[in-house]
């Protein structure tokens, strides 16, 4: 799996769009991005995947850049609730590396 | 409805013992993982089953063995406990990717924080 890097922490302010940075310049072409965040004390959770074009649900927006070396999360109107790490992972969806493989994530504040 | 449960939620043992971690999914799903948490937040896989049948063992050891008595349960059974099992475990499942979903996102348990004194 390609190896990813975020900014260790970030804050943002309640209500306000919080955009989280993730370069993977290594990222193979059958590569997919995912999203996950893990909420103090909680399991990780799924928010949102990419091969190459962007993609939205009810979390947040993935913006993938054309060359796909990076991505941005989106949470559009942040909320305290939404205070976590932010884990960017790449990898294969299929196959034998079921498993996704953790880096340290981003730390975002969201501040009232 | 929860979809991947833990039990224990908390464990602590003394250096020495044997535990279970149990974990149960209600999704359906065909593979489960153990992952292990540690101080330093890192979330690392420790093994992965498809339909009962081990198909990911990172280097973990021997005394850490997993077992699936059907696809919906995944445990975890660990011998002479040490100190430096003291973490934080998680359970995951996926759907197989062989059926046909193209992704494969993972849900995640809750969490079995395990303490050796």
């Known amino acids: 799996d390609a190896k990813t890097t975020q900014p260790t922490s970030m804050d943002c302010a309640e209500g306000r769009a919080a955009n989280l940075p993730c370069n993977h310049s290594t990222i193979s072409g059958n590569e997919y991005v995912y999203w996950y965040r893990q909420i103090h004390s909680q399991g990780p959770q799924y928010i949102i995947h990419?091969?190459?074009n962007n993609e939205t649900n009810e979390m947040a927006s993935l913006i993938i850049t054309e060359d796909r070396k990076s991505s941005t999360l989106i949470l559009p109107h942040a909320t305290l609730r939404d205070t976590a790490v932010y884990y960017c992972?790449?990898?294969?969806?299929?196959?034998?590396?079921?498993?996704?493989?953790f880096g340290s994530g981003t730390q975002l504040t969201v501040l009232p | 409805d929860t979809a991947v449960s833990q039990t224990p939620k908390y464990l602590v043992t003394q250096m020495g013992n044997d535990k279970s971690i149990k974990c149960e999914q209600n999704?359906?799903?065909?593979?489960m993982y153990w992952y292990k948490q540690d101080s330093k937040k890192f979330l690392k896989i420790m093994f992965s089953y498809n339909n009962k049948e081990l198909i990911i063992n990172e280097t973990v050891p021997n005394r850490f063995s997993p077992k699936s008595p059907d696809k919906a349960h995944l445990n975890l059974h660990i011998n002479s406990l040490e100190l430096g099992d003291s973490a934080v475990y998680f359970c995951?499942?996926?759907?197989?990717?062989?059926?046909?979903?193209?992704?494969?996102?993972?849900?995640f348990g809750p969490g079995t924080r395990l303490t050796v004194l």
């Open positions: 999704l359906g799903h065909d593979t």
């Open positions: 995951a499942s996926s759907q197989d990717p062989f059926t046909g979903r193209l992704y494969n996102e993972q849900f």
């Open positions: 992972i790449v990898r294969v969806p299929s196959g034998s590396a079921r498993q996704l493989t």
């Open positions: 990419g091969l190459k």
